[in-house]
């Protein structure tokens, strides 16, 4: 297929595009810079996505995009309206134009913080585990952008036939397994920050190729978790500490497990995460620390 990827120069865009040439696709990068290590084969295209004028000639030459290209948080120097005016800005073009050429296929970089459960925020689950029905509750302007662009997809999926594929992502790491890491997820945490949930950047980039493969009809959100928390201690007894208001998991739930439920991303792509730093360290031979080292760090 031909697959335009927005953003195809920034930290999981470059793995997208290598991922999607790597399964035989024809790949434009749409950025506003060059990729520091281009992947050859990618075309390269300088654009600003919020203006449909120079957006459309290019999606007219695709049958698929992968929209990454808004600004990935609200904790850099712009200002909260201008995180919102340009992401939510570009994300409309974007999917309009999409729907408006009739393309194949849209995947639409959501955010598991339009969930209100990540960055500090003090929003409760409606319940443990979780999966994508989760209500979302944006606690600041970059989520609140994402649960808008949600529901403009799901808008013009049902008035046009678009099939929108939503990826709702935890924090995204690119690092591999080292010593120093393993180092740090010794120390007790201060704190439980999206329930300790990642997804690898090389898992993230198969689910987007996996994604413009298998269409499907409407719009769908999916989540993408690592099986395991990014943690050596126990997750009930961390959101214990620091999250007492939460709902419990269940008795039986595994120790390490993720909260967040993928079982729709393995039934409708076929995906399944491979990488998961705990298993890195148990091949290691590294001990994990009792609940009551945890617990006696705390007091």
């Given at each position: 297929?031909?697959?335009?990827?927005?953003?195809?120069?920034?930290?999981?865009?470059?793995?997208?595009?290598?991922?999607?040439?790597?399964?035989?696709?024809?790949?434009?990068?749409?950025?506003?810079?060059?990729?520091?290590?281009?992947?050859?084969?990618?075309?390269?295209?300088?654009?600003?996505?919020?203006?449909?004028?120079?957006?459309?000639?290019?999606?007219?030459?695709?049958?698929?995009?992968?929209?990454?290209?808004?600004?990935?948080?609200?904790?850099?120097?712009?200002?909260?309206?201008?995180?919102?005016?340009?992401?939510?800005?570009?994300?409309?073009?974007?999917?309009?134009?999409?729907?408006?050429?009739?393309?194949?296929?849209?995947?639409?970089?959501?955010?598991?913080?339009?969930?209100?459960?990540?960055?500090?925020?003090?929003?409760?689950?409606?319940?443990?585990?979780?999966?994508?029905?989760?209500?979302?509750?944006?606690?600041?302007?970059?989520?609140?952008?994402?649960?808008?662009?949600?529901?403009?997809?799901?808008?013009?999926?049902?008035?046009?036939?678009?099939?929108?594929?939503?990826?709702?992502?935890?924090?995204?790491?690119?690092?591999?397994?080292?010593?120093?890491?393993?180092?740090?997820?010794?120390?007790?945490?201060?704190?439980?920050?999206?329930?300790?949930?990642?997804?690898?950047?090389?898992?993230?980039?198969?689910?987007?190729?996996?994604?413009?493969?298998?269409?499907?009809?409407?719009?769908?959100?999916?989540?993408?978790?690592?099986?395991?928390?990014?943690?050596?201690?126990?997750?009930?007894?961390?959101?214990?500490?620091?999250?007492?208001?939460?709902?419990?998991?269940?008795?039986?739930?595994?120790?390490?497990?993720?909260?967040?439920?993928?079982?729709?991303?393995?039934?409708?792509?076929?995906?399944e995460p491979t990488w998961n730093f705990l298993h890195f360290y148990r091949r290691r031979?590294?001990?994990?620390?009792?609940?009551?080292?945890?617990?006696?760090?705390?007091?």
């Open positions: 297929m031909r697959v335009a990827v927005t953003g195809g120069s920034g930290r999981i865009g470059t793995y997208v595009v290598r991922e999607l040439l790597s399964r035989g696709h024809e790949v434009m990068n749409l950025d506003r810079r060059a990729a520091k290590d281009p992947p050859k084969g990618a075309r390269f295209v300088f654009i600003d996505l919020g203006r449909r004028e120079l957006v459309q000639p290019i999606f007219e030459q695709v049958d698929a995009v992968c929209h990454l290209g808004e600004i990935p948080s609200a904790n850099g120097p712009m200002s909260p309206e201008e995180v919102y005016a340009q992401n939510t800005r570009a994300g409309a073009v974007v999917l309009q134009t999409a729907a408006d050429l009739k393309l194949e296929r849209v995947i639409y970089t959501s955010s598991c913080q339009a969930y209100g459960m990540w960055e500090g925020s003090a929003t409760t689950p409606a319940t443990l585990p979780f999966d994508e029905t989760q209500p979302l509750r944006p606690h600041n302007a970059y989520a609140l952008g994402k649960a808008a662009m949600e529901a403009y997809a799901r808008l013009v999926a049902e008035q046009s036939g678009l099939s929108v594929a939503i990826f709702r992502l935890p924090w995204v790491p690119v690092e591999e397994y080292s010593h120093a890491q393993a180092v740090l997820l010794r120390e007790p945490p201060a704190k439980t920050d999206g329930f300790a949930t990642y997804c690898h950047v090389i898992d993230v980039a198969k689910a987007y190729a996996l994604a413009v493969e298998r269409r499907r009809p409407g719009c769908e959100a999916y989540h993408f978790s690592a099986a395991e928390i990014l943690s050596l201690y126990p997750l009930a007894a961390r959101l214990a500490a620091h999250h007492p208001a939460y709902p419990k998991l269940p008795d039986d739930w595994p120790v390490f497990k993720s909260p967040m439920t993928t079982a729709k991303a393995r039934e409708h792509l076929g995906w031979g590294g001990e994990f620390p009792a609940v009551s080292d945890f617990n006696a760090a705390r007091t």
